[in-house]
């Protein structure tokens, strides 16, 4: 099969629910990207540049202006083999980006089923570029930004983020409520694009995005 028609059927951009993506569309910021098979389907393999400093590994979807709506996504993340100890997987989405400043919802998938019941607590994470990574979240607002969900590090897992004014609900496995809930969405109520995001030491795996703008 040839490389844009594994590509073709990665990504599903919808300004009504439309047409098909390919890894053109993509702009890379601090990643490489590759289309790739993993575990049985057709995605776009996520890689930190090397150096590239924490939080800023994102691949941008062009031509995306959004407000409010809902962003849904398969994700597959976990430690790469070169990561350093404390890599967790981190993998998720960044939205409103605009002017190097977004909120993103990532989780923590090797958090998920980990023994420490601290680690699981911390499974899912809101963070805010530049000023509110997920330290200075956790000391001025300890558990507030943070929330358990079942996870396996490495395994496809459906997540979907929706966005309110300044609220984003991030839900997990198809679930009717969300696993994190964030009402003070530290850049306000803006616009922006839409990226794949992942952190530092992740092997990140992205199938199945579609953006439905709120009507």
């Not at 289309?35 to 590994?57: C, D, H, L, M, S």
């Not at 923590?108 to 899912?124: C, K, L």
């Not at 992740?202 to 995005?209: H, K, N, P, V």
Request: charge should be neutral.
């Amino acid at each position: 099969m040839k490389r844009t028609a594994v590509i073709a059927a990665v990504f599903c951009f919808q300004a009504g629910v439309s047409a098909a993506q390919t890894i053109d569309q993509l702009m890379p910021h601090r990643v490489t990207l590759a289309a790739v098979e993993y575990r049985g389907k057709q995605a776009i393999k996520v890689v930190e540049e090397a150096g590239a400093p924490n939080g800023t590994a994102y691949a941008l979807l062009k031509g995306t202006d959004f407000h409010n709506g809902s962003i849904d996504v398969e994700i597959a993340g976990a430690p790469g083999a070169t990561a350093f100890a404390a890599a967790r997987g981190f993998i998720g989405l960044a939205f409103r980006v605009k002017d190097d400043r977004f909120e993103y919802i990532f989780l923590r998938p090797t958090n998920g089923r980990a023994d420490d019941q601290v680690r699981r607590n911390h499974a899912t994470q809101y963070s805010a570029f530049p000023d509110f990574d997920y330290a200075r979240l956790r000391k001025e607002s300890p558990e507030k930004y943070e929330s358990y969900v079942d996870l396996e590090a490495g395994a496809w897992t459906r997540v979907r983020v929706v966005v309110d004014g300044v609220t984003a609900r991030l839900f997990v496995h198809g679930a009717a409520q969300p696993a994190l809930v964030v009402n003070d969405l530290k850049l306000g109520d803006g616009s922006g694009g839409v990226a794949l995001w992942i952190g530092s030491g992740t092997e990140g795996y992205f199938t199945g995005l579609a953006v439905r703008p709120a009507r």
